[in-house]
């Protein structure tokens, strides 16, 4: 199941086993939270964590034995194990006979970063899987108007959306914004303007952001947008370093036969960056971005060796990009 269908499952019972799973954060967290919140009592007795680091072999009988102890004075004893990849073969020795007769009074809660590390858990029998992977634009900009409506600051769906694009659908930081809107913003319908003024763009969204200007030829927006960065990093190499990076990867996603998953692992971006970076190469295309990393890397090495100032590498590369070879 999606994370945002958990709290209905909760209304029906607790699961046995729980495997929240995937890049966000806060969905991660918060699936635990819920869970815990519903059905433990007395956490100081009836709780335990494991680090699934120290969980190899034989030391995957602790877990089951403190799934198969009995819960005190409560419904329901709560296990939680964090980062736990079990192999194919520890599956079947501890696990496996655990999962087809599980204790009724026990909930064990395995809380994953990553998915394709031993064995498929959430394809076994008696996992409940819930789906933590970051959501997509129109998934956390529902999530951010339902937040904010509840708490008496109705927003606009432009407002819902520049909140979501801004934090690069992370969860994390969303909640954080959203946060500061209710104790921030007026009393009044939330609109875009008020979200351009209290809420933190991403660096890497402003990046995204120039490289988008890039592709429409828009010089003023780019130049606004490095100008706002120049002054949150304190020098032009950060931007420039920025920018080769940025059209490095679109370059690699734009000649990768890989899909989102794989190019989000070999380039540690998330996946949803990697389908937005994907459409952006495309926009820019191949030649453009060829020329754009080569030049961008010489003005980072100028600047290393001090052949030039920051100032003018930087201004050397828009120029270059806009009015010159790059077009």
């Known amino acids: 199941m999606k994370y945002i269908e958990l709290k209905n499952d909760i209304k029906e ?15 991660r967290e918060n699936g635990v939270k819920q869970v815990k919140d519903a059905f433990l009592s007395m956490p100081e ?18 877990l089951v ?17 964090s980062e736990f990849y079990p192999s194919e073969s520890e599956y079947e020795k501890f696990l496996k006979p655990l999962f087809a007769d599980f204790p009724a009074s026990s909930v064990l809660l395995i809380v994953n970063s990553q998915s394709k590390k031993g064995v498929d858990l959430k394809r076994r029998g008696g996992v409940t899987y819930v789906d933590c992977n970051r959501a997509d ?23 819902c959306d520049a909140i979501a694009a801004y934090c690069l659908n992370d969860m994390a930081r969303v909640s954080v914004e959203v946060e500061k809107l209710i104790n921030y913003a007026p009393e009044k319908t939330l609109t875009r303007a008020d979200v351009d003024e209290l809420v933190y ?17 828009d010089f003023d927006k780019f130049c606004e947008i490095r100008r706002d960065l120049v002054k949150k990093a304190g020098d032009e190499i950060t931007v420039i370093n920025g920018l080769f ?28 960056g990697v389908k937005k970076s994907r459409e952006q190469a495309r926009a820019i295309g191949r030649k453009k971005l060829e020329i754009y990393v080569e030049k961008l890397y010489a003005a980072a090495s100028g600047v290393k060796c001090g052949e ?20």
């Open 13 to 27: 019972g607790a699961r046995g086993v729980y495997l929240f799973e995937g890049d966000d954060a806060y969905f």
């Open 45 to 62: 007795l009836n709780f335990a964590s494991f680090d699934g680091e120290t969980l190899k072999g034989g030391a995957i009988q602790d």
């Open 65 to 81: 034995s403190a799934l198969e102890s009995f819960p005190f004075m409560s419904e329901k004893r709560i296990v939680k194990v």
């Open 137 to 159: 634009g129109e998934t956390v900009a529902k999530w951010a108007y339902i937040t904010l409506k509840r708490a008496g600051y109705p927003a606009d769906a432009a407002a």
């Open 201 to 217: 763009k991403d660096a890497d969204y402003r990046i995204y952001e120039m490289t988008n200007a890039v592709a429409r030829r």
């Open 245 to 272: 990076n940025y059209f490095k990867n679109l370059l690699s996603i734009l000649q990768s036969k890989a899909d989102d998953y794989e190019l989000s692992a070999l380039l540690k971006m998330k996946e949803y």
């Open 308 to 327: 030039i100032t920051p100032q003018s590498a930087l201004s050397g590369c828009e120029n270059y990009i806009f009015f010159g070879g790059g077009q």
